[in-house]
């Protein structure tokens, strides 16, 4: 009897807003909510946005005039709106306008034969060229020469795809806690994880007294690392721009530090970890390695996810090079306009020109199903698998290819043996990787329709969650993730509001594309199929069940202890609603444990079956069972 990895906390930030309790999902489906909601998800995002804050009694404009809900709905909401999802990158990361480059210049001797310049002390080289002639001058250096010169010269340039999928407007990670030298990423990282962490309901310290150290997973990584000048950016930079490089540069730029921060400031954990990556699908890389532990009995708590500051102008030109991203004068091509859409940039399975960079951070909390009942934990969906599988031989390397056929198919047939085939026909949907490359949206929409023909699956609605907040690169299938969450809470899947039509050349014989919100409730969905490709042939799909579906699996499984279980889970459900209702008001949270007591090693105990460590419950309990008896 296998354990079931089941969800019991979920968190994260993109441009949609903050996903734990289904704020950023509610963002996208806003005009489907009733009226009540509407301005409850307004408020929330404005003081995320810092346009009003709440002082305990009552809502405060920057004026410190008082306002109830309604008025900051009312007053605030144009902001909130245009502030929010896709957008013109705004220049509180940096201006798309004035995008620094250098371009060489060769510089000859004036009309005295010489090249004359000045340097401060600090700026001189160590090794001095030999035709260079120095003489001090009032703490600095003048330099003269009489050869010619080559310099770099500071030019300022536009970028070509200034669309991306921010942040909220005003919402700086870097403000919630004691950030100095955090690159953005990591930032991401911490406030995701917290936030995944506070929505369970349960506190962590009731959690970890719970389980074994090493029976803890965090799993979790970025793609690209830390790009920013608090990182990998800094590190190759610095030099070439006469800058002083940093003893952190290269550690915090790391791929693996996304989890190596979660272990080291927010749980102070012991346990397993792992970074994986798997380009735009490494949300489902990581997600897979726990579910695997869970499901063996390896991990009974895993924390997932993975945060990516993709946005930088390095990054940009990258993929602008590639050919990938929808670029300003591809948009007004698309529209025949000369102003680019720069809202409707992500067009997934319509007439489109490229993706839209954008940046976030996803986490769940997975436990087995037993802990979950022991402590009461809320339910909010269960994993039952992912598979991952490549491309094999390709001509390029950024090329779909026949991965995803695999690993779609193998997903649908899973679910079709543990949940039945009127489930899947009836009652799920899929979460498409829907990048809005021309490319894209004829291959994936091969790959479903094939399937769904196979499986006797029609009208098989499509959603495409890259729509609304861009393409976050590793925490990509984390957004899907959310967004299937939602459909589960509120039976709306948010529809494709981008493009007017599906394009021609998609396949559509047994889909749907919805490109309004879709109400499911009389449907009621209770599957949903979540599909990556990335670049190199990482290709994965992950099969979320519904927290409705996995009550009546766990009723079967525990019979009468479902009421004791039901009865404590108002506990927690109560302390799930108490944060929920402090960070709609602002109050985030952010777990940060720096400077806090260290494990002190010459405490830990070791003995022949185990080991005990300082500040943990329980021991590290070893295997002693050999796994060849027969070979031995």
Known sequence: MQALPVIVGFGGYNAAGRSS?????????????????REETIAALACLMSLVSWDGECYRDGDGNSLDLAAVAAKYAGQVLDGTLIRRLETSLYDPDQVLAHKRVKVQPGDDGQVSFKLGRRDMPGKVPGHWQVEPENGSFEVRSKDNGEFLVPVYDSQAAQAAGQLPSGFDPAEQYNSRFHPRGLQMALLGASDALHSVGVPWETIAASV??????????SVFGQCGPEGFGGLLQNRLKGERT?????????????????NAYVLGSVG?????TGACASFLYVLQAAVKDIRSGRRRVAIVGNAEASLTPEIFEGFTNMGALGTDEGLCKLDGSSIPNWRRASRPFGDNCGFTLAEGTQFVVLMDDALA???GADIHGAVSDVFINADGLKKSISAPGAGNYVSFAKA???AVAAFGEEVVREHSFIHAHGSSTPANRVTESEIFDAVAGAFGVS???VAAVKSYVGH????ASGDQMMAALGTFKYQLIPGIKTIDAVAEDVHQKHLSYPLQDLDTSERGMELAFINSKGFGGNNATAVVVAPQKVEAMLARRYGDAMAQYQKQREKTREAAADYAARADRGQLDVIYRFGEPVIEENGIKITRQGMSVPGYELDVVFDQANPWPDMA
């Open 21 to 37: 309790s289904h704020q950023a999902f509610r963002r996208m489906v806003l005009d489907s909510l009733p009226a009540q909601e």
């Open 212 to 221: 074994h150290p090493d029976e803890i997973g965090v799993y979790g990584s």
């Open 246 to 262: 940093t003893s952190k540069q290269l550690a915090l730029g790391l791929n693996t530090m996304p989890a190596d921060f979660v």
């Open 272 to 276: 397993h970890t792992e970074a994986i």
């Open 373 to 375: 009942m022991e402590l």
């Open 412 to 414: 649908v047939a899973s």
């Open 459 to 461: 009208d098989w609605p």
């Open 472 to 475: 976050t690169i590793s925490s």
